[in-house]
């Protein structure tokens, strides 16, 4: 039976020790991405980064001395004129680059405007420190460079057009002074035009003051005040953040395999892995492959076979404590048929009455065991039409085995099953025989193996190796637990896939060829009717042989005899 305590125990004893396999893939990942990251460090290109801090100033067009409004300087189309293409081109002649080498400058230039404040901050990348430093002051001289002949262009504008507006009024005064001049002093007229003379004189003067004030504007575009420092460290690659990201992606890529190593790594592969993650122990580990849909009756002295003679006298040994000589045999995934059928032979081999119970009624055990698998069968006897031991079918070469098949409707006897009157029937078998073995499904697919707990005394498990997983051993373990029924332990076993299975090679005429017939078990018909004659095969397994009409062959049985049980 699964023992509990080993489960704790196991967990704090080897509690390092299971930690282990999970933290390594994380610490392997962590070393991996900070070597990742280090190597990076070293090898990547390294750029540095200076930075000139530039004062900006407004000019006002009216004032000499070139006040700045409040808010009249828009930070953020200065920061663009910073990697204007002029600006660039400047910045480029500065530093003495050809046109080739310029390509891509104003990609290396940063601008930052820091909160509340006229200042510009330019920064610029290089691949070496002193051309970061000198990149940066070439952009800011550059950038200034640009807005001072801005700025003067558009005082030479104003100039210009301030002198047209004088020409004029100046050429109006010459009009107006000829045309007084023709007048005789003291007359109205006269006296009109020296008023027009003193009115032109006016504006002449008003505008050249004027003029005179764009003239002597003084052009202070801003000016630098932090010079670039030479950088001491790279700024690219950001050790930190290159450090971090090494970390974090070790980490992360650690947890990846460890999350598929739990998804794939829980699959249970060997008999120690079993007992070890479930606490069930193994009662008997197949050497050959199971196939899905064959059962087969092994010889009793072959290795398998002697597994399964111990196995039956751990089952006699564990039934006795129950007083109910009932096993269920399920599998986890795949069906338990072949276990089940060569546990009740290995039974009968023992000289007890067994009887095998087929209750994976849409399984292919009946099927494979029965010369007459639509006889009837557990849906005519739980439905009342027949006595089960007229239903129970004999097994060639093993007198005291009968096998109870589904019958002809399996969805009948499927639903049949989950009623009370599978109780009663096994108390009927039990009259009878001294043990019964049921085959369940498997129970990752069906409850059935669950409802028929009830009435055994103990199940046994088969697990498929490679594929099945320790939380679906421990959830039939728990579904059996549920009900009362101990699982005594563990059938461990390879199962071959049915489509790699070769199981009726055919002749030339398209007929199955007596000589590839599987070494399987054929049983009798029912109890009334003749037994079918039973081959013993050259490896010891037994096989039924039929004639051309389906009647069974004339050769004679070996008798069964105490070398027929393996050692106990």
């Not at 969805?411 to 108390?427: F, H, N, S, V, W």
């Amino acid at each position: 039976m699964r023992d509990k305590s080993v489960l704790g125990r196991d967990r704090g004893s080897d509690y390092f020790r299971g930690l282990w396999p999970h933290w390594l893939p994380i610490v392997g990942g962590l070393v991996i991405g900070l070597a990742v990251a280090l190597a990076y460090l070293h090898w990547a290109p390294h750029r540095y980064e200076a930075q000139t801090s530039v004062l900006v100033k407004a000019m006002d067009d009216r004032t000499p001395t070139g006040a700045k409004p409040s808010g009249s300087i828009n930070l953020d189309t200065e920061s663009q004129l910073v990697k204007a293409t002029a600006t660039v081109a400047a910045a480029a002649d500065k530093l003495h680059l050809s046109a080739d080498a310029a390509r891509g400058l104003g990609n290396r230039v940063r601008v930052s405007v820091p909160v509340n404040s006229d200042i510009l901050n330019i920064t610029y990348r290089g691949v070496r420190p002193r051309a970061a430093q000198q990149g940066s002051l070439a952009f800011a001289q550059a950038y200034l460079d640009q807005r001072r002949a801005t700025i003067q262009a558009s005082l030479d504008a104003q100039d210009k057009a301030m002198q047209g507006r004088i020409d004029a009024v100046n050429a109006q005064l010459q009009a107006v002074v000829q045309a007084r001049n023709a007048l005789r002093p003291g007359t109205p007229e006269r006296a009109l035009s020296d008023a027009q003379v003193t009115t032109l004189n006016n504006q002449i003067a008003a505008l050249a003051s004027d003029q005179n004030q764009i003239r002597t504007t003084i052009v202070s575009p801003g000016q630098i005040v932090t010079e670039p420092g030479l950088p001491g460290s790279a700024s690219s690659p950001n050790r930190l953040v290159v450090l971090t990201a090494g970390i974090a992606l070790g980490l992360l890529a650690g947890g990846a395999v460890v999350a598929l190593r739990r998804r794939f790594g829980e699959r249970i592969r060997t008999s120690e892995q079993l007992s070890k993650s479930t606490g069930l122990p193994v009662l008997a580990a197949l050497s050959d492959s199971l196939h899905p849909g064959e059962v087969t009756i092994l010889p009793p002295l072959s290795t398998d076979g002697r597994g399964y003679a111990r196995l039956r006298n751990l089952v006699m040994t564990g039934l006795q404590p129950t007083g109910r000589p009932v096993a269920l045999v399920a599998g986890v995934r795949q069906g338990g048929g072949p276990v089940a059928a060569n546990l009740a032979a290995a039974l009968a081999r023992a000289g007890e009455d067994v009887v095998l119970v087929c209750a994976d009624v849409f399984g292919g055990t009946s099927a494979a065991l029965l010369v007459d698998p639509g006889g009837p069968g557990l849906a005519e006897v739980l439905d009342g039409q027949i006595d089960a031991n007229r239903a129970v079918q004999r097994v060639a070469g093993i007198p005291s085995l009968r096998v109870l098949g589904a019958g002809r409707d399996a969805d009948r006897a499927d639903a049949l099953l989950q009623t009370r009157g599978t109780e009663k029937l096994i108390d009927e078998l039990l009259g009878t025989f001294s043990y019964v073995v049921i085959e369940a499904p498997s129970t990752a697919e069906s409850p059935d193996a669950q409802t028929l707990a009830h009435v055994v005394g103990a199940a046994i498990l088969v697990v498929e190796l490679g594929r099945t997983n320790s939380r679906e051993v421990l959830d039939a373990c728990g579904q059996f637990e549920s009900m009362g029924t101990p699982v005594l332990g563990a059938v461990v076993a390879h199962y071959r896939s049915a489509s790699a299975h070769h199981r009726h090679p055919e002749t030339a005429t398209g007929q199955h060829s007596p000589e590839s017939e599987p070494a399987q078990l054929r049983g009798a018909g029912p109890e009334d009717a003749p037994s079918p004659v039973a081959e013993e095969s050259p490896a010891g397994a037994v096989r039924a042989t039929a004639d051309g009409n389906g009647a069974a062959g004339r050769t004679s049985p070996r008798p069964w005899s105490s070398r027929d049980v393996a050692p106990r």
